[in-house]
């Protein structure tokens, strides 16, 4: 799959507009995610702080474990943004779950408020990854 660059700058926008729906009390730090499924379906996400901050929830994992209870197997492309002067990066803990539903194939666009954006795959994020292949 390939996108064009108005694909790519609609999808940041609308990540963007759900920058606002954080629940971010404690870092004031919002990041939302935009992730496409294998089946074309869009499924959205926002960091949701606790006070036990163990509890918090990335965007990133917040899309996919929605994605996940919608029939989601795979993603297509994952859209990630925040209030950042550069495209934002997840962190580690969110890495291995984006790995555990992508492949080759799967593109991640990581981007900031200012729809400055980078392409990335799995592999430049986690190189040497652990997956299922792995265990077999």
Same mark, same amino acid.
Request: aromatic share 6%.
């Given at each position: 799959?390939?996108?064009?660059?108005?694909?790519?700058?609609?999808?940041?926008?609308?990540?963007?507009?759900?920058?606002?729906?954080?629940?971010?009390?404690?870092?004031?730090?919002?990041?939302?995610?935009?992730?496409?499924?294998?089946?074309?379906?869009?499924?959205?996400?926002?960091?949701?702080?606790?006070?036990?901050?163990?509890?918090?929830?990335?965007?990133?994992?917040?899309?996919?474990? $929605?994605? &996940?209870?919608?029939?989601? @197997?795979?993603? /297509?492309?994952?859209?990630?943004?925040?209030?950042?002067?550069? %495209?934002? =990066?997840?962190?580690?803990?969110?890495?291995?779950?984006?790995?555990?539903?992508?492949?080759?194939? $799967?593109? &991640?666009?990581?981007?900031? @408020?200012?729809? /400055?954006?980078?392409?990335?795959?799995?592999?430049?994020?986690? %190189?040497? =990854?652990?997956?299922?292949?792995?265990?077999?």
């Amino acid at each position: 799959m390939s996108l064009n660059e108005n694909e790519i700058l609609s999808y940041i926008n609308e990540v963007n507009l759900l920058l606002k729906n954080a629940y971010v009390p404690y870092s004031q730090f919002p990041v939302a995610a935009l992730l496409i499924d294998d089946n074309g379906c869009k499924h959205k996400g926002v960091n949701v702080e606790n006070a036990s901050f163990g509890l918090t929830i990335c965007a990133e994992r917040n899309a996919i474990t $929605t994605a &996940i209870t919608e029939n989601m @197997k795979k993603i /297509k492309v994952l859209v990630i943004t925040g209030n950042t002067p550069e %495209p934002i =990066s997840p962190c580690g803990a969110c890495r291995q779950v984006i790995r555990e539903f992508s492949d080759k194939d $799967t593109i &991640i666009i990581l981007a900031n @408020k200012d729809n /400055k954006y980078k392409i990335a795959s799995i592999e430049e994020l986690l %190189p040497y =990854s652990f997956s299922a292949e792995n265990l077999e």
